[in-house]
């Protein structure tokens, strides 16, 4: 039977089913021992047998995993060969951030739409705390990528930021005190209470570093990551950001082996694609220096 899963708590999946009266029912599930040391994450699309009736103290197997189509991945720092994959088949990262109280960490911002575009996944910079602050000054960081943003505020309706929501998949990141967990609960009502109802499973509470997906009330899906605090970006290369614009790709294709496609890479041929264009394409490049310096750092992830 086909699933999707909905939350991961120390060995055990909540997975989402069409029930026998069509309706989504929620499934407690096990890792079959023949999928090996493959990790499931949320949003994972897979298979189960067994026990699939939903009822207290019922169990069933997950006994394969659909190829994903995105992964939101990162490493416990740059250092880090491990890779984990945190969130499977999301269409956009939301990366969430106040404009002031606190200061934006633009080392975090970077790292997250770094991910975003090495995973394939849609970035949105959701702009928290705009009635406190100008957003101007991020939203200039980035000009030239293309990145799409919404700007948002206690007193302002959240109708810009359901408009991009709807009928998606999306994953919420954000360091603490940037509010993205109040923004969950203004998205959905009964966040709070379905996190309880989800954390049935295991020990009966959801660790710091659960994922948890939500049901919008209008259509499309939200993953809250508590637990993502910071981005390794040790299994991401240069190359991987540029393969999410078609025209950066294209012109480095006149790049040497191993460019790193920054400005201390004096070969690099990009340098020559933005002087030979309008003026924007070197406003382009150099937001995109931006995203490539953070691929290069060397850190804890932050």
């Known amino acids: 039977m086909p699933g999707l899963v909905v939350a991961v708590d120390r060995g055990r999946m909540t997975v989402r089913i069409q ?47 659909e190829e994903r189509t995105t992964s ?35 080392g975090f911002l970077d790292r997250c739409l770094v991910a975003a575009y090495a995973g394939g996944l849609e970035p949105l910079l959701c702009l928290t705390k705009t009635d406190l602050g100008s957003p101007r000054p991020l939203l200039e960081r980035y000009a030239g990528l293309g990145l799409d943003a919404v700007a948002i505020s206690r007193e302002l309706p959240l109708d810009p930021l359901l408009d991009r929501l ?46 948890v997906l939500f049901d919008l009330p209008g259509g499309g899906t939200v993953i809250d990551t508590p637990g993502i605090r910071s981005f390794g970006l040790a299994h991401v290369t240069a190359d991987d950001v540029l393969s999410a614009f078609d025209e950066f790709a294209e ?10 496609h920054t400005a201390a890479d004096p070969e690099c041929a990009l340098d020559g694609w933005a002087a030979a264009g309008p003026p924007v394409r070197r406003q382009q490049l150099d937001a995109l220096r931006v995203l490539l310096g953070a691929v290069g750092q060397v850190g804890p992830g932050y």
């Open 19 to 65: 029930g026998p009266d069509g309706a989504p029912l929620d499934v407690t599930t096990m890792r079959a021992r023949e999928l090996g040391r493959h990790g499931v994450v949320v949003g994972d699309r897979v298979r189960l047998v067994g026990d699939t009736s939903g009822r207290p103290d019922s169990l069933a197997r997950i006994v394969s995993i």
């Open 72 to 106: 939101l991945r990162r490493t416990a720092d740059d250092t880090d060969p491990t890779e984990r994959v945190v969130v499977a088949n999301a269409d956009l990262l939301v990366v969430v951030t106040a404009v002031t109280d606190p200061e934006p960490a633009l």
């Open 166 to 211: 709807f009928d998606r998949m999306s994953v919420f990141v954000g360091q603490s005190g940037v509010g993205k967990s109040t923004l969950v609960n203004r998205l959905v009502p009964d966040a709070s209470r379905a996190t309880g109802d989800v954390s049935k499973i295991g020990k009966g509470r959801h660790t710091s570093s659960s994922a």
């Open 251 to 260: 012109a480095a294709v006149d790049c040497p082996p191993g460019c790193g």
